[in-house]
């Protein structure tokens, strides 16, 4: 506003011409940028359209990782493993902002699996190291935890494994005395029913059905075959088994 005389030379208070306007104009202003950031989550406000922001994050970096690691780039290693983890922090910050977390937690979980293995495929490889005597109880076995009743459709009974347990002593002491692998195969032709049980506990525990276990680089073993012959000699008291053993290793330098 400003005071400026009139005709007689008294002062009158008049507003400058446009101020009501302008002010109006920069109300208008503000009301719709407040809306855009409500609507875009940028006001800090954790809504559905929040969410939807941290979702396309999320995805957007995954993708780019999943991008970079199938040959349209090629990483480095630290280049991979902080894909993996950003890919991991978006995806978390999506979950927390997701009303309904379970099904969420499921994605972020595998998507954050699927971003390590990529990372770990790069710096380090699955090396077979032949059949090992292992411990028994060394084997993490809680992820396969069942019962028989529910494994049916296993090719070995119960009965069956029991008995190669049993007759596995001297499948050992054979070997250890010089037997060959085609020595203890031949008894499969043996007339004598013990003969030909040492030939299926060979194939069982030596030959190519044998336990196998995976170790990663940690040290955390996984079965891949063989869960009902480790319960049953867990059962039975028996530590040492042998088992064909799968390594991860560190890829060694300019191998990729």
Do not use: C
């Not at 030596?206 to 196998?212: E, L, P």
């Amino acid at each position: 506003m400003t005071d400026r005389p009139d005709e007689t030379g008294e002062k009158r208070t008049t507003k400058r011409a446009g101020s009501d306007s302008g002010a109006g104009e920069k109300s208008l202003r503000e009301g719709t940028q407040r809306a855009r950031r409500a609507e875009t989550g940028e006001d800090g406000r954790k809504g559905e359209s929040a969410e939807r922001a941290h979702i396309a994050s999320a995805l957007k970096s995954n993708a780019e990782f999943q991008r970079r690691t199938q040959g349209e780039a090629v990483p480095t290693r630290l280049d991979a493993a902080a894909d993996a983890r950003a890919a991991e922090r978006n995806l978390g910050r999506a979950a927390e902002a997701h009303g309904d977390r379970s099904e969420f937690q499921r994605q972020w979980q595998r998507a954050g699996e699927a971003a390590r293995r990529e990372a770990d495929a790069r710096e380090y490889e699955w090396v077979g190291r032949g059949v090992r005597h292992e411990k028994v109880s060394g084997v993490d076995r809680t992820e396969y935890a069942g019962t028989w009743d529910s494994q049916k459709h296993h090719k070995y009974t119960r009965e069956s494994i029991d008995a190669s347990l049993r007759s596995l002593p001297e499948v050992r002491r054979r070997l250890d005395a010089g037997s060959t692998p085609d020595d203890l195969r031949r008894l499969h032709a043996s007339a004598d029913p013990r003969e030909r049980q040492l030939a299926r506990t060979f194939d069982s525990y030596y030959g190519q059905d044998a336990i196998t276990i995976e170790r990663d680089a940690q040290g955390r073993t996984r079965v891949l075959n063989g869960r009902h012959r480790l319960d049953s000699a867990d059962q039975m008291g028996i530590d040492d088994l042998p088992m064909h053993v799968v390594e991860q290793v560190r890829r060694e330098s300019g191998r990729s």
